[in-house]
């Protein structure tokens, strides 16, 4: 959505949208927005200031459309993402809270099978390699994953279905639905601000290539693609980090 003093509302992070949202359904006064830091203080206001300019239907629409968002436990296109992004989320996680993370996942097959070459060292509470860990290109599938996604979808993930039931979080322990939503939430939500849609024609032609397709045209670029599409909007560069393996696409934004 382009607003005419230049600000997205498209292009706010997931916690700035929940901040607004918050303003509105508390009719509150924007002055918290001022204790932001920099670019996205300025961000913020000038969204604010567009969302209040909006007619009241098309206000209520877009806040509509937030709400669903945090009642969701999963990031709205996060289906889009490269499996190597959600394994990569739940890395961190114990792996008795694995299942519960899986249930409903879209992709949970291919996410279990990078998760998979890793194990757990309580010790260390952390993830290690398993030995001998591969080069992470040609340990996340990518052939497999190029051949199987149309154009579109690069990275993709195919979408299962939750069914809202119970998942296990260890042997004979069964989580009800709501706390696995919210850990999803409290897992997944923080990769929302890759699965915005792109912001601009670069940003928005590269999303419709393959994996095989989308590496090839990165590496012919070369090192001037991301500040490319920085260009055309944090949108564009997110959205096609979000698509590329993780190991990649953390160079290309702050993680």
């Known amino acids: 959505m382009t607003e005419r003093n230049g600000f997205h509302l498209d292009e706010l992070h997931a916690e700035e949208r929940g901040l607004l949202l918050g303003l509105s359904l508390l009719a509150a006064s924007d002055v918290v927005l001022s204790r932001l830091s920099?670019?996205?203080?300025?961000?913020?206001?000038?969204?604010?200031?567009?969302?209040?300019?909006?007619?009241?239907?098309?206000?209520?629409?877009?806040?509509?459309?937030?709400?669903?968002?945090?009642?969701?436990?999963?990031?709205?296109?996060?289906?889009?993402?490269?499996?190597?992004?959600?394994?990569?989320?739940?890395?961190?996680?114990p792996p008795e809270l694995w299942p519960a993370l899986l249930a409903g996942l879209p992709g949970a097959q291919a996410v279990e099978s990078l998760l998979s070459q890793f194990r757990w060292e309580p010790s260390e509470s952390s993830l290690c390699p398993s030995a001998p860990h591969p080069s992470p290109l040609a340990s996340l599938g990518l052939e497999r994953w190029?051949?199987?996604?149309?154009?579109?979808?690069?990275?993709?993930?195919?979408?299962?279905?939750?069914?809202?039931?119970?998942?296990?979080?260890?042997?004979?322990?069964?989580?009800?639905?709501?706390?696995?939503?919210?850990?999803?939430?409290c897992v997944f939500g923080r990769l929302a601000p890759l699965c915005v849609g792109p912001s601009g024609p670069v940003g928005a032609g590269l999303c419709r290539l393959g994996c095989e397709e989308l590496l090839a045209e990165v590496a012919r670029r070369g090192a001037g693609l991301p500040q490319e599409l920085r260009a055309e909007g944090d949108a564009s560069l997110r959205a096609v980090a979000g698509r590329l393996p993780a190991t990649l696409g953390r160079h290309w934004v702050k993680w």
């Open 38 to 93: 920099g670019d996205r203080r300025q961000a913020c206001r000038g969204a604010w200031q567009n969302l209040r300019a909006l007619p009241r239907p098309d206000r209520a629409a877009v806040l509509a459309g937030w709400i669903v968002e945090i009642s969701v436990p999963f990031p709205p296109g996060m289906e889009r993402l490269h499996p190597s992004w959600l394994a990569d989320a739940m890395a961190g996680e």
């Open 146 to 185: 190029s051949a199987t996604r149309g154009a579109g979808e690069a990275g993709g993930l195919p979408t299962r279905q939750s069914h809202g039931v119970g998942a296990m979080a260890k042997e004979g322990e069964v989580l009800p639905p709501e706390s696995v939503a919210e850990l999803q939430r």
